[in-house]
């Protein structure tokens, strides 16, 4: 099977996306161009359009289109209480299981000293600017229950205390070095249930 | 090389990335074989009941095999008990980690550093030791790759006295000196690893940091430029 050409590109292309190796890129590739030509065009459209519009919002850095997301502009929201995540797909899971009515504060990633990743990479100069104002009141510690992830929690749960502000972690139900992202709805509610301070 | 195998080998994890979808490669250090490469293969999926093992500070024994530089994992069980990292002390983990990955080759065993290393973490798990315990792992892995500190005589093979006062310089070691940054107590005191007088915690802090950033080759810790920024006002490393 020839790999040269814009095929052979798109095929290794595709090979980015989580759980697509080769052979699957390859499946990918074909279908779009032998039975769903038009597909492909909306595709490579959307894709282009999303790429140029979807930015982070500008109060909790989630992933959106517009400047402030809908959950920052929803009103009947808690915007007192904050809930940190190290990811947009960890604040999206916590919203399937509807067990939350506050804000989020998303990190795109996790302390990591070895890794050259610090407070601002996380925009937590951002986070500090919102605590400083007054207008929140307890933030919710929900990184993952990795190390790094505790070091991270420590950390903003140190900010935290230096603006007088409560930081919880949740705690029960979230297993050892597990990623919320895998994490079931009921074991989620019982972590936010017996979240403790720090 | 060979294929090697190796079963049920105590083993701390220093760092770890992630490697393609589901796995990880580990830098372990092991009790009997050094500092050590692994891929754990496919740990990172949905309830892997390995991947909540496979974290840094946690007394581990690992199984692996294979015939290149990086081995494949094939086990890890927990040794209990064991205490969890909290707060502050999670960065000085990262500390002595960083200092393990820097100043150990890889398969280059080294059984006196992986008892250090061991007992250095049960201690940083009471806060009030964490200096004492930071200061003691530093001596004793110098001591043990060969950048060990004369702490007995000066550079001029005079004996240390704790009357007096000196300078020092990796190149030279200790001179003595009326402004010496270091007193001769002090030095005794290392030498014995006693640290119940502060100002040997004090003096050891500045003594352990111009040797280490003096074989460090010009290329400075990551943890130790990340713990100065974030916790500006905390004095422990
Ligand atoms: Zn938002």
Known sequence: MQKKGLLGQLIQNLCCLPGVGPKTAQRMAFHLFQRDRNGAKLLAE??????????????????????LCDICADSSRDSSVVCIVESPADAWVIEQAAI?????????GRLSPLGGIGPDELGLDLLEQR?????????ILATNSTVEGEATAYFIGELAGKHQVLASRIAHG????????????????????????? | MTETAVYLQPAFILQQRKFKETSLIIDALTRDFGRVSLVAKGVRKARSKTA???????????????????????DVEIIPPFVQ??????????YINELVCRFLHQYDPHPDVFAHYRKCLSCLSDTSKIET??????????????????????FHNQKINPLKKYHFSVEQGLIEALDGQFSGKTLQALKLRDFTDAQVLVEAKILMRTAITGHLQGKP????????????DYKNE
């Open chain 2, 52 to 74: 909540g093992l496979l974290q840094p500070f946690i007394p581990l024994t690992m199984s692996y095999l294979g015939k290149t530089e990086l081995k494949t994992l094939t």
């Open chain 1, 100 to 108: 939350f009515k506050g804000h989020y504060f998303v990190l795109h």
């Open chain 1, 46 to 67: 959307t894709l282009l359009q999303a790429i140029d519009k979807i930015g982070y919002c500008r109060q909790c850095r989630t992933l959106t289109e517009d400047s």
């Open chain 1, 174 to 198: 979230v297993p050892m070095g597990g990623e919320l992202e895998f994490i079931d709805s009921g074991t989620l509610s019982h972590a936010f249930n017996g979240r403790k301070e720090v």
């Open chain 2, 85 to 94: 990292l909290q707060g502050i002390a999670i960065y000085c983990g990262f």
């Open chain 2, 133 to 154: 315990a930071l200061r003691t792992f530093e001596l004793d892995l110098m001591d043990a790759v060969g950048y060990g500190l004369q702490l007995e005589y000066d």
């Open chain 2, 221 to 232: 810790l990551k943890s130790r430029a990340f713990i100065k920024n974030i916790i500006k």
């Open chain 1, 131 to 139: 605590l400083r104002t007054g207008a929140i009141k307890e933030l």
